[in-house]
């Protein structure tokens, strides 16, 4: 049994992809004190549909059963550290972007009703192409300057507009559009109508990042059964948090009834409980990336690099890079990056196919990739089995090209390819199109040739774990990367840090600025460092110059072309 827990802590709550994580760290949100995790399969490959219901041990359940089920677990560890402990702050950070549809008695109104990011529906690529011309090239820019998102599958826009013509008879149920944050604080709270963050927000496409609030534009694309008044309200993070009372009260009738989290979770009775982020937003705080000297590469079920920069409301100079996205995280920055839809999945179903169930297999086979990579980087003896390059696009591209459409190929095969060459490839596969979104972020921090190079901060279970491709980044992209074991679970971390930020601001009353205005630097340590190799240079120029070109050839192919 570890110390004694603190009097007073913070409890942070990841839902994912692939798992919902509970966890509690000091009221700093530096130090993880307890944590459990859940697996969960959150999303539909391509419908991008929101798995609301799930399976447990072959019972059936829901996704926000199982999120409770994390925090009581994670409750109860702390509980046999100590008997006196408070939740002082409850955050939240999920997949985003992520819209679920409420009907009037505030009940699901089913999984064809919910979006997210995951979504490479064809049908919705097509909508893109007829959303894309009826803008036309000035108003698709002037769309992408004011929300920081182009038009894509991704996106809320095209997602909806399907949405309302393929299923009118549901969507006359829906009462309101909200968050699985937001929804989760409602289940706790008893307050329906609940608003989002600016952050939830801006990751929908929906919200104009300069002035948060909802893009007029962008308004103007949904369906006509999609009204303003339909989509959540929408407010800063640490602005209005909210407690778990001890009865619900229905304000229509006035009724009340218990309310079974004031009985289940005691030590969040006084717990200030705040609006969702989004997961990218959180992973940069918690790996100690807020400022522009650190880039922050995540790389769990996708994969996303993305710098933190300071940027008021209001301000019309600031330029979106093209090909990047630019995300509101709260009043005072935005996140500026790309993602790729596909990340760890790539090697998860590279070692499917290759029949590498164990993880001895896996092992074996990367001790293989490993003495590959010294061939071919540092001997320049690439071969004609090891010439493979990799569109890892298997469910759909976002940046940079964001093609409405695109799938996952490879060339280059031939009888001397072994399962070693085709995992190489696969993750090289990723770790050049990361490479071409740090080059593009490289740009965007507008310095001076002679300005120090920024770090990587690598986070992401599959940095983690795998030192092998920590190193491929560094090689790549010419930049050192850092990992630091005290940002383990760095979305976690960084949900910690920001609603601590969040209730410092709330306890000081200062009411006029956000709490995550103190972002700061964070001090690195015991790190372990991948430095980019001279030698290697050369072969990650080719292998760029031979995807790019493989990506160009094949766009044609795709089902549907935004471009």
């Known amino acids: 049994m570890g110390d004694p827990i603190p009097a007073e802590v913070v409890l942070a709550v ?93 009940e699901f109104v089913g999984e064809d009703a919910t979006i997210s990011y995951a979504c490479n529906d064809p049908s919705v690529a097509q909508e893109c192409q007829h959303v894309s011309q009826q803008l036309g090239e000035e108003g698709r820019e002037k769309l992408y300057q004011n929300t920081g998102a182009p038009i894509h599958s991704s996106y809320a826009i095209p997602q909806l507009r399907v949405f309302y013509r393929d299923h009118p008879d549901l969507a006359k149920q829906i009462d309101h559009w909200t968050t699985i944050a937001s929804l989760c604080i409602s289940r706790w709270t008893g307050k329906k109508g609940l608003a989002i963050s600016y952050s939830e927000a801006s990751w929908t496409g929906l919200l104009n990042f300069r002035e948060c609030a909802y893009e007029e534009s962008a308004l103007s694309l949904l369906p006509t059964g999609c009204k303003e008044d339909s989509l959540p309200k929408l407010e800063d993070t640490s602005s209005s948090p909210v407690m778990i009372p001890e009865d619900f009260t229905d304000q229509a009738s006035a009724d009340s009834s218990k309310n079974p989290y004031w009985k289940r979770w005691p030590e969040l009775r006084k717990a200030s409980l705040f609006l969702g982020i989004g997961d990218g937003a959180c992973a940069n705080v918690g790996s100690k990336a807020v400022t522009e000297s650190r880039i922050a590469v995540t790389i769990g079920t ?66 293989k990739v490993r003495k590959l990579g010294e061939e071919d980087y540092l001997e320049s003896t690439s071969t004609p089995a090891s010439n493979l390059s990799m569109i890892p696009f298997l469910s759909g591209e976002r940046s940079t090209g964001f ?41 965007a921090r507008n310095r001076g040739p002679t300005s120090d190079l920024p770090i990587v901060m690598a986070s992401g279970k599959a940095l983690e774990e795998n030192d092998l491709w920590r190193q491929m980044i560094a090689d790549s992209s010419g930049l050192q990367v850092v990992l630091d074991p005290g940002t383990f679970e760095g979305t976690s971390r960084g949900v910690a840090r920001l609603v601590s930020l969040a209730l410092s601001s709330t306890r000081s009353k200062s009411g006029n600025d956000n709490g995550s205005s103190s972002l700061s630097e964070e001090e690195l340590h015991d790190t372990s460092k991948s430095c980019p190799r001279p030698n290697a240079k050369s072969y990650f120029d080719q292998a760029a110059a031979m995807q790019d070109e493989f990506i160009s050839t094949m766009s044609p192919f795709f089902t549907h072309s935004d471009s």
């Open 14 to 106: 990841d839902i994912g992809s692939s798992s919902v994580r509970c966890s509690v760290y000091n009221v700093d949100g530096t130090h993880l004190l307890e944590s459990s995790s859940v697996s969960v399969s959150s999303v539909h490959p391509n419908s991008g549909k929101i798995n609301l219901l799930q399976k447990q041990e072959d019972k059936e359940t829901n996704l926000f059963d199982l999120l409770d089920k994390c925090v009581d677990q994670t409750i109860e560890k702390a509980r046999q550290r100590s008997d006196s402990f408070q939740v002082v702050a409850v955050g939240f950070s999920s997949f985003v972007m992520n819209l679920i549809a409420i009907n009037k008695d505030g």
């Open 302 to 367: 996708s994969a996303a690099a993305r710098i933190c920069l300071k940027q008021p409301m209001h301000d019309k100079d600031f330029v979106v890079p093209s090909g990047l996205f630019c995300y509101r995280i709260d009043r005072n920055h935005v996140l500026v990056g790309g993602a790729l839809t596909d990340g760890g999945s790539v090697v998860e179903w590279a070692s499917q196919l290759l029949n590498l169930t164990g993880k001895q297999d896996f092992q074996d086979c990367m001790t």
């Open 403 to 443: 093609r409405g459409g695109a799938t996952g190929a490879m060339v280059g095969l031939t009888r001397a390819t072994t399962p070693a060459h085709f995992l190489k490839s696969s993750l090289e596969g990723v770790t050049l199109r990361l490479r071409a979104v740090l080059q593009l972020l490289l740009e």
